[in-house]
C-alpha cells in the first residue's frame, strides 16, 4: 500500500509536468503518452525544479507553508541524493512556499512560478552557487510526531499527520489510536461534546497541535 503523502505527492507532481509541457516546453513522453522520468529526463534541471517549486506551493495552499516544509524535509531526508541536489530541491521548495501563500488557485501558482523560472529565481542546476538558508534536518518528536493537515472555521482541528508513518487520519481515528495507546504525547478532551486530541503539556510550544 502506498504512503498517502507520496500519494499526494504524485498528484502535484503530474500537476506540474502538465503544466509545464503545455506552457514552458515540451517533455520526454513514454509511448503511452505518460511523462518519461527515465534516464534522468526530469532531474536536476527547470522541470525539476518547477516540479519541486509547484508541489511545495500546492501543498501550501492545500495545508499550509509549515506541513509543506515538512514534507519537503521528509522527501529529502528518505532520498540519498548529493548535498549539492538537496540544496537545489530545499531551494526550490522554499520558492514554492513564498508563492503558495500569495496565490489562491493552481493556475494562479503556476503562472508566478513560470515567471520566478523565467526570472532565474528558481534554481536548475545543482551546481548554483545559491545556499539554502532554511532548515535541512528532519526532526520529529517521536513523543509528538503529528501535525495539523486541516481544521475547522470554528478551529477545530480535523485532519492529522503523522510525520514518522507518513499516515493521515481524520479526527475520529486519530482520537480512537491516541485512546488505544498509540501516541502516548497526547490526550483526548471533550470540548462542546465532541471527543478532540489535544498536546499534554511538556513546557514545548514547538511540538503543539496547531
Same mark, same amino acid.
Given at each position: 500500500?502506498?504512503?498517502?503523502?507520496?500519494?499526494?505527492?504524485? +498528484?502535484? +507532481?503530474?500537476?506540474?509536468?502538465?503544466?509545464?509541457?503545455?506552457?514552458?516546453?515540451?517533455?520526454?513522453?513514454?509511448?503511452?503518452?505518460?511523462?518519461?522520468?527515465?534516464?534522468?529526463?526530469?532531474?536536476?534541471?527547470?522541470?525539476?525544479?518547477?516540479?519541486?517549486?509547484?508541489?511545495?506551493?500546492?501543498?501550501?495552499?492545500?495545508?499550509?507553508?509549515?506541513?509543506?516544509? +515538512?514534507?519537503?524535509?521528509?522527501?529529502?531526508?528518505?532520498?540519498?541524493?548529493? +548535498?549539492?541536489?538537496?540544496?537545489?530541491? =530545499?531551494?526550490?521548495?522554499?520558492?514554492?512556499?513564498?508563492?503558495?501563500?500569495?496565490?489562491?488557485?493552481?493556475?494562479?501558482?503556476?503562472?508566478t512560478?513560470?515567471?520566478?523560472l523565467?526570472?532565474g529565481?528558481?534554481?536548475?542546476?545543482?551546481?548554483?552557487?545559491?545556499?539554502y538558508?532554511?532548515?535541512?534536518?528532519?526532526?520529529?518528536?517521536?513523543?509528538?510526531?503529528?501535525?495539523?493537515?486541516?481544521?475547522?472555521?470554528?478551529?477545530?482541528?480535523?485532519l492529522?499527520?503523522? =510525520? =514518522?508513518?507518513?499516515?493521515?487520519?481524520?479526527?475520529?481515528?486519530?482520537?480512537?489510536?491516541?485512546?488505544?495507546?498509540?501516541?502516548?504525547?497526547?490526550?483526548?478532551?471533550?470540548?462542546?461534546?465532541?471527543?478532540?486530541?489535544?498536546?499534554?503539556?511538556?513546557?514545548?510550544?514547538?511540538?503543539? =497541535?496547531?
Open positions: 500500500m502506498r504512503n498517502p503523502i507520496e500519494i499526494i505527492l504524485d +498528484k502535484f +507532481k503530474k500537476e506540474a509536468y502538465t503544466y509545464f509541457d503545455q506552457n514552458i516546453h515540451k517533455l520526454s513522453k513514454t509511448k503511452a503518452g505518460e511523462f518519461d522520468e527515465s534516464g534522468g529526463a526530469m532531474q536536476n534541471n527547470d522541470a525539476d525544479a518547477f516540479r519541486h517549486a509547484y508541489a511545495s506551493g500546492s501543498v501550501t495552499q492545500w495545508a499550509s507553508a509549515y506541513v509543506a516544509e +515538512k514534507l519537503g524535509q521528509i522527501v529529502e531526508w528518505k532520498g540519498n541524493n548529493p +548535498k549539492n541536489q538537496k540544496n537545489m530541491d =530545499l531551494w526550490n521548495n522554499s520558492i514554492g512556499r513564498k508563492y503558495g501563500k500569495q496565490t489562491k488557485t493552481k493556475k494562479a501558482l503556476a503562472d512560478l513560470k515567471k520566478a523565467e526570472n529565481e528558481l534554481i536548475t542546476t545543482p551546481n548554483d552557487s545559491r545556499k538558508d532554511g532548515e535541512t534536518s528532519f526532526q520529529v518528536d517521536a513523543e509528538k510526531p503529528i501535525i495539523v493537515l486541516h481544521e475547522k472555521e470554528t478551529g477545530r482541528n480535523e492529522f499527520l503523522d =510525520l =514518522l508513518k507518513g499516515e493521515i487520519m481524520d479526527r475520529e481515528k486519530f482520537v480512537y489510536s491516541i485512546n488505544n495507546g498509540e501516541y502516548p504525547g497526547y490526550k483526548v478532551s471533550m470540548i462542546d461534546n465532541i471527543a478532540t486530541p489535544m498536546s499534554k503539556p511538556d513546557g514545548r510550544a514547538d511540538n503543539n =497541535l496547531g
